[in-house]
């Protein structure tokens, strides 16, 4: 069966310090990858969605970046943190599109 | 105003009660996601649909294309059934757009 992964569960950074998180997914293979940010009080914001390795594509203009350096991993990052990136960060998976996406746990990212 | 709509915004319903919770969307769509948010956080996926109706345990989704109009009821709702219910929709342009869900607590 597919598991995704998506760590740490809490992450607390400062303003100006980088970022990298981590989510892998198992069990599939050339799975839609998606990076989502929910801050406090407010809906899901799609930020990154990848369709293959090393294709990459953003929603919203922003401080953070994602890649894929290989099939099952997706990797969102920041060289130089903002206090408005604070939020939850959640990693999901599709087999395509219009498949229903499975997410992982989420990380709840807090800058001082 | 939203692309993605979702009413109400807050509901609160004693344990066994009918809820229904209201999705508009003002797009040409290609699915409709229906995602259960639990406090901890973690999402669910509950329902994907194009059309028509779905049914799983006490939990049923409906979409209208013609009145781009889709709703989520929950039958004899327990107070496990408390969560932020979130209505996505994936656009003809291969965008995913959300709803800033409807938070639902049900006293027992």
């Known amino acids: 069966s597919q598991t995704i992964h998506q760590w740490p569960a809490t992450l607390v950074q400062p303003v100006g310090s980088p970022l990298s998180l981590e989510c892998t997914v198992e069990?599939?293979?050339?799975?839609?990858l998606y990076w989502y940010r929910q801050a406090a009080g407010r809906g899901l914001q799609l930020l990154f969605y990848?369709?293959?390795?090393?294709?990459i594509s953003s929603e919203v203009p922003q401080n953070l970046s994602a890649s894929r350096p290989q099939d099952r991993q997706f990797i969102l990052s920041s060289k130089k943190l903002l206090l408005s990136d604070s939020g939850f960060y959640l990693c999901?998976?599709?087999?395509?599109?219009?498949?229903?996406?499975?997410f992982g746990d989420g990380t709840r990212l807090s800058i001082l | 105003k939203n692309e993605v709509e979702q009413s109400p915004q807050n509901l609160t319903a004693q344990e066994g009660e009918f809820i229904t919770i209201n999705c508009s969307y003002s797009?040409?769509?290609?699915?409709l996601h229906w995602l259960q948010q639990h406090p901890g956080g973690g999402i669910v996926s509950l329902f994907m649909?194009?059309?028509g109706k779905k049914k799983h345990g006490r939990l049923i989704a409906t979409i209208n294309i013609q009145e781009k109009h889709s709703s989520l009821h929950i039958t004899a709702s327990h107070p496990r059934d408390s969560a932020v219910y979130i209505c996505?929709?994936?656009?003809?342009?291969?965008?995913?757009?959300f709803g800033d869900g409807t938070t639902l607590t049900v006293k027992p």
């Open positions: 999901a998976w599709s087999p395509d599109r219009n498949q229903p996406q499975h």
């Open positions: 797009v040409g769509i290609s699915a």
């Open positions: 996505a929709a994936n656009t003809n342009a291969g965008k995913s757009t």
């Open positions: 069990g599939t293979s050339n799975p839609n």
């Open positions: 990848s369709i293959g390795i090393g294709q």
């Open positions: 649909l194009s059309s």
